[in-house]
Nanobody, 125 residues
């Protein structure tokens, strides 16, 4: 049974950076696509960005494109979300989710089989 744990959240000022980690246990991540989601207070959960199983392809939602970068280290069984030039509207709980799929990224929460517990990111001056 795959288990995911996010870490690295916290408080940042606008323009600063944070790096989130999604660490897996119980199984290797080699064959899993990982999607990051976020949910801001009073808003729907939304996809942020996705990385395929090999790490060779990533996709990003429009609001974060050019600012956020997803990477993975399968040897460490961990996926990262590097968030640069943070904005107050990036404030949300961030989740990672996994599905056993080599190359296809899904945008719906329900299409994934495993989810982390979430980590709070707050961007405020």
């Amino acid at each position: 049974q795959l288990q995911l744990v996010e870490s690295g959240g916290g408080l940042a000022q606008p323009g600063e950076s944070l790096r989130l980690s999604c660490a897996a246990s119980g199984s290797t991540l080699d064959n899993y696509v990982i999607q990051w989601f976020r949910q801001a207070p009073g808003k729907e959960r939304e996809p942020v960005g996705c990385i395929n199983s090999s790490g060779g392809a990533t996709t990003y939602a429009g609001p974060v494109k050019g600012r956020f970068t997803i990477s993975r280290d399968n040897a460490k069984n961990t996926v990262y979300l590097q968030m640069n030039s943070l904005k107050p509207e990036d404030t949300a709980v961030y989740y990672c989710a996994a599905v056993r799929s080599g190359y296809v990224c899904y945008d719906e929460w329900e299409d994934y089989d495993y989810w982390g517990q979430g980590v709070q990111v707050t961007v405020s001056s």
